[in-house]
């Protein structure tokens, strides 16, 4: 089995916050993501103490990078959109058999 190269990093975000872990992820070596709109499940708790129903938004942003890019890109996600900022967010990284399509790397 070979070992993967290419790896999808995940990071979930309040909704608003999809630039801002853009940037922190750039700023980590990703060259771009791809960002998508979700919904998250309400704490049930806060929905019995308001009882209402709460569906907060979210904004995932998704980056394919090369494996040896994923922890200084996770840790820039963390520092900059993580649990204890507004952004609320969490990362997380899977690894990728085969991609295709990716542009190369520009020469430094």
Do not use: W
Not at 5 to 19: A, L, M, Q, Y
Not at 26 to 49: D, F, M, P, S
């Amino acid at each position: 089995m070979s070992e993967n190269k290419h790896e999808v990093i995940f990071c979930i975000v309040n909704e608003g916050f999809s630039e801002t872990a853009m940037d922190a992820a750039r700023h980590g070596g990703a060259r771009g993501g791809t960002v998508i709109r979700a919904r998250g499940t309400a704490n049930k708790e806060a929905e019995k103490l308001f009882g209402l129903s709460v569906s907060p938004q979210k904004e995932i942003v998704m980056i394919v990078a090369d494996a040896d890019q994923r922890n200084d890109i996770l840790h820039s996600l963390y520092s900059v959109c993580g649990l204890d900022t507004p952004g609320h967010g969490i990362a997380f990284a899977l690894p990728v058999d085969e991609v295709a399509g990716l542009s190369p790397e520009p020469e430094k």
